[in-house]
């Protein structure tokens, strides 16, 4: 079946420090992919996504590139601030089986100034 | 463009109680809701697959009896959480997928529901 596993977090970094966060994933055909970020108390905001291989998701200084020959989507970005402390989903929507899409646990991020 | 509400963003009843959480998508249609729970420090969990106009459809182990989705409109699909028990507070978010786009899903904010 479908599945996305993520790094554990959580992962704590300095700020201006670079960031990875590790997302691979199990999937038939070619899933849309997704990273979220939840900010505490708030709902799933879209961070960026790819639709298909070789694309190149990036918003806000974070980037993650669709990998099909390693299921890889890993976020990173160059130099965090301690506003991106949140929690960041990995995801997949798949193109059959009504478009549910599979979260990641999550991985909490903490930036410290 | 692609704004997806929740109201209320926080309640708090009584056991025994019911309650009402509403998903509207404020500017587009949609075809397809999708509630998920989510537990603290968790991930989210999908509970059930909205389509207008017709019966919800639940993932397994959701008690649809306790757990009514109503999808009355293109824009509106309700949970209402019957004869709510402790057990049962948690964050409830909904999604909704925009007719001709089926590969996004738009999140609404959250309800916080707390039972006590």
Redesign the interface.
């Known amino acids: 079946g479908n599945s996305v596993t993520q790094m554990e977090g959580p992962v704590t970094l300095s700020e201006e420090a670079f960031l990875t966060i590790n997302c691979t994933y199990t999937a038939t055909g070619y899933p849309?992919l997704?990273w979220?970020v939840q900010y505490p108390?708030?709902?799933?905001?879209?961070l960026l996504?790819a639709?298909k291989a070789d694309d190149k998701g990036s918003n806000k200084g974070f980037e993650a590139t669709y990998r099909k020959e390693t299921t890889s989507f890993h976020l990173e970005k160059g130099s965090v601030q301690v506003s991106d402390s949140a929690v960041y989903?990995c995801a997949l929507?798949p193109?059959t089986g009504?478009?549910?899409?599979i979260?990641?646990?999550?991985t909490?991020l903490f930036v410290k100034a | 463009g692609a704004v997806v509400s929740q109201h209320p963003s926080r309640v708090i009843c009584k056991s025994g109680t019911s309650v009402k959480i509403e998903c509207r998508s404020l500017d587009f249609q949609a075809t397809t809701m999708f509630w998920y729970r989510q537990f603290p420090k968790q991930s989210l969990m999908l509970m059930a697959t909205s389509n207008e106009g017709s019966k919800a459809t639940y993932e397994q182990g959701v008690e649809k009896d306790k757990f009514l989705i109503n999808h009355a409109s293109l824009t509106l699909s309700t949970l209402t959480v019957t004869s709510a028990h402790p057990e049962d507070s948690s964050f409830y978010i909904c999604s909704a997928m925009r007719r001709g786009d089926p590969y996004e899903q738009y999140f609404g904010p959250g309800t916080r529901l707390t039972v006590t």
């Open positions: 849309s997704f979220y108390g708030e709902g799933l905001q879209l996504k639709t989903f929507t193109l009504g478009f549910k899409t979260f990641g646990a999550g909490r």
